[in-house]
Structures are given as structure tokens and as C-alpha cells.
């Protein structure tokens, strides 16, 4: 047999390295990897179906919202009822002032306190005085009385025959209310056949009717000026008519003549200090809207 020849090429005993070519496959797969989790496969078909299932689902629970509380609803509610109630309160507001603004333009509100005051020396016609020492006692006595009569609670006066007995005390202290607190005043049995108040000097009272329907003169009060606490009146005299004698108030009537009446007013209190004749020439009819009765 014939012997193999030994090679001549001296073996190479180092490893040899793994060709490039074979490593390549390996990155690609580990890219592909990663894209796919990221992204997903680029070979899968999308799922629109179930991509459009899923969207849906979302629009339903943003629909979904749960309702505002019904509290909101209440307050809702109250603010337009405050609202409301603000717009009626305006108003009212608005009413109410332009009535204010309407008395003190006419003076109503005085004007009626004034003939409230007067009307007891107005009903009794006294003569003119500068100082309440040139008034006559009975025409002091007068006005007194029918200052409790008009002005007074009259109650405690009342007696068993439907009448009234007034203490002189009485009479004396509605003469100072009227003419001021240093008048004086001699008490006797005052009036005419109509209208007449007896005096009892042994029980030092008067005694008078309770009603009395009889009236001369009732005031209306044309105008109203002040100095300071003096208060300057034009006071007209209406004449008695069936009307006011059965007490119906409301009438219309002509003053048969004016008078200026002069009150001191402090603290308070009025004080009539003095009664002249006017010379006030009314330009038109007058007419009485508020005539004591």
C-alpha cells in the first residue's frame, strides 16, 4: 500500500472567526423585536373593528357623566326667588319715596297737625289776639274743652246720665297745651243755647254733652311757612254745612274767611301765640279734601 504524503502546510490551530454574515440575522431579529412591542407587528393586519369598539366605549363613558347634584337646582331656584323679591323691593322703594316726596312738597303730614291742633279755637271763632291775656276766659274755657272733647281720650269722664263730667284740673291743663303755661284761667259756666259747658263750683267740674254736632267754623289750612320754631299759618274757615253736622267728612266747601294763626313749636309742643286777620286772596276755588268732622 502506498503511504500518504504528510502535508507540507502547517496547521492552523487558532480558532477561526464566525463570518459576519451570520451575526446580521441575529440584530434583525432583536429589532424587529422591539419594534413589534412597541408598535406591534408590521405584518398583523390593524384591528379597526375593535380600535373603533374601544373609541366608542370612551365616547359612552365621557357621556356617562353623572347629573349635577340637585342642590344646584335649589339654588338655582332661591337666586332667581331673591332676584324677584329685589326687583319688587325696587318698587316699592320707588313708591314709597315719591310719596315722601309728594307730602313734603304739599306738607300734608303738618298741615294736618296744625288743623288738629287749631281746630278747638277755629270751631269757637275767638276774636284776634297778640297775647293769650287778651283772650276772654270763657272763650279760653271755650277751646279747652273742646280740646279734650276733639283731642282727648274721653272715657274717664264719662257719667252715669251719658254725660260728661271734666275736673277743672282737666280744663286748666288743656288751657296751658293751647295758649302756653303762664295763662291764666278763671273757671264758670261758659257757651250760648247750642254748645254749653256748666261749671260746678262745688265740685270744680264741667259738665258737657258727650256728642256734640253743632260746629260755627272747621279749618283748612292753606299754607305752612317757618321762622326757625315759629310757624306762620293761612288758615281758611269753612262755614257749618248739613254735611259736617252729621259728621260726614269729605265735602266741599268755600272759606267764608282767612285768618293767620301763629305757633311756636319746641320740643315737641305747640303753643298758639297769636291770631291776625289775612288779607290772602285765594286764586281759585278753594276745596276742602280733609275736613275735620
Same mark, same amino acid.
Given at each position: 500500500?502506498?503511504?500518504? =504524503? !504528510?502535508? /507540507?502546510?502547517?496547521?492552523?490551530?487558532?480558532?477561526?472567526?464566525?463570518?459576519?454574515? #451570520? &451575526? @446580521? +440575522? =441575529? !440584530?434583525? /431579529?432583536?429589532?424587529?423585536?422591539?419594534?413589534?412591542?412597541?408598535?406591534?407587528?408590521? #405584518? &398583523? @393586519? +390593524?384591528?379597526?373593528?375593535?380600535?373603533?369598539?374601544?373609541?366608542?366605549?370612551?365616547?359612552?363613558?365621557?357621556?356617562?357623566?353623572?347629573?349635577?347634584?340637585?342642590?344646584?337646582?335649589?339654588?338655582?331656584?332661591?337666586?332667581?326667588?331673591?332676584?324677584?323679591?329685589?326687583?319688587?323691593?325696587?318698587?316699592?322703594?320707588?313708591?314709597?319715596?315719591?310719596?315722601?316726596?309728594?307730602?313734603?312738597?304739599?306738607?300734608?303730614?303738618?298741615?294736618?297737625?296744625?288743623?288738629?291742633?287749631?281746630?278747638?279755637?277755629?270751631?269757637?271763632?275767638?276774636?284776634?289776639?297778640?297775647?293769650?291775656?287778651?283772650?276772654?276766659?270763657?272763650?279760653?274755657?271755650?277751646?279747652?274743652?273742646?280740646?279734650?272733647?276733639?283731642?282727648?281720650?274721653?272715657?274717664?269722664?264719662?257719667?252715669?246720665?251719658?254725660?260728661?263730667?271734666?275736673?277743672?284740673?282737666?280744663?286748666?291743663?288743656?288751657?296751658?297745651?293751647?295758649?302756653?303755661?303762664?295763662?291764666?284761667?278763671?273757671?264758670?259756666?261758659?257757651?250760648?243755647?247750642?254748645?254749653?259747658?256748666?261749671?260746678?263750683?262745688?265740685?270744680?267740674?264741667?259738665?258737657?254733652?258727650?256728642?256734640?254736632?253743632?260746629?260755627?267754623?272747621?279749618?283748612?289750612?292753606?299754607?305752612?311757612?317757618?321762622?326757625?320754631?315759629?310757624?306762620?299759618?293761612?288758615?281758611?274757615?269753612?262755614?257749618?254745612?248739613?254735611?259736617?253736622?252729621?259728621?260726614?267728612?269729605?265735602?266741599?266747601?268755600?272759606?267764608?274767611?282767612?285768618?293767620?294763626?301763629?305757633?311756636?313749636?319746641?320740643?315737641?309742643?305747640?303753643?298758639?301765640?297769636?291770631?291776625?286777620?289775612?288779607?290772602?286772596?285765594?286764586?281759585?276755588?278753594?276745596?276742602?279734601?280733609?275736613?275735620?268732622?
Amino acid at each position: 500500500m502506498a503511504k500518504r =504524503k !504528510k502535508s /507540507s502546510a502547517p496547521k492552523n490551530t487558532a480558532p477561526q472567526k464566525a463570518p459576519v454574515q #451570520e &451575526q @446580521e +440575522p =441575529k !440584530k434583525e /431579529s432583536q429589532n424587529s423585536r422591539v419594534i413589534n412591542e412597541l408598535f406591534g407587528s408590521l #405584518e &398583523q @393586519e +390593524p384591528d379597526i373593528e375593535n380600535d373603533i369598539a374601544e373609541l366608542g366605549s370612551g365616547a359612552d363613558a365621557a357621556q356617562n357623566v353623572p347629573e349635577k347634584p340637585r342642590r344646584s337646582r335649589f339654588f338655582f331656584g332661591f337666586g332667581v326667588f331673591v332676584i324677584v323679591m329685589a326687583i319688587i323691593g325696587v318698587f316699592s322703594s320707588v313708591r314709597f319715596v315719591a310719596q315722601i316726596a309728594s307730602n313734603l312738597v304739599d306738607n300734608t303730614s303738618l298741615k294736618n297737625e296744625f288743623a288738629q291742633f287749631i281746630f278747638p279755637v277755629v270751631v269757637n271763632d275767638i276774636a284776634p289776639f297778640e297775647e293769650a291775656d287778651e283772650i276772654p276766659d270763657s272763650s279760653k274755657i271755650s277751646c279747652s274743652i273742646w280740646n279734650i272733647l276733639v283731642n282727648s281720650d274721653t272715657k274717664e269722664f264719662e257719667n252715669q246720665e251719658g254725660g260728661l263730667t271734666i275736673p277743672e284740673y282737666n280744663v286748666s291743663a288743656s288751657c296751658r297745651e293751647l295758649f302756653g303755661s303762664s295763662v291764666s284761667l278763671e273757671h264758670q259756666t261758659v257757651g250760648t243755647a247750642e254748645v254749653r259747658f256748666t261749671y260746678d263750683p262745688d265740685s270744680h267740674t264741667y259738665a258737657a254733652n258727650k256728642n256734640i254736632r253743632y260746629l260755627t267754623y272747621s279749618p283748612q289750612i292753606v299754607s305752612v311757612s317757618n321762622d326757625g320754631d315759629v310757624y306762620t299759618l293761612i288758615v281758611g274757615y269753612l262755614p257749618p254745612t248739613i254735611a259736617s253736622v252729621a259728621g260726614v267728612s269729605g265735602i266741599q266747601a268755600t272759606p267764608e274767611k282767612y285768618m293767620e294763626y301763629t305757633i311756636s313749636r319746641w320740643e315737641g309742643r305747640d303753643t298758639l301765640m297769636s291770631v291776625r286777620f289775612s288779607d290772602y286772596q285765594p286764586q281759585t276755588e278753594e276745596v276742602n279734601p280733609g275736613e275735620l268732622s
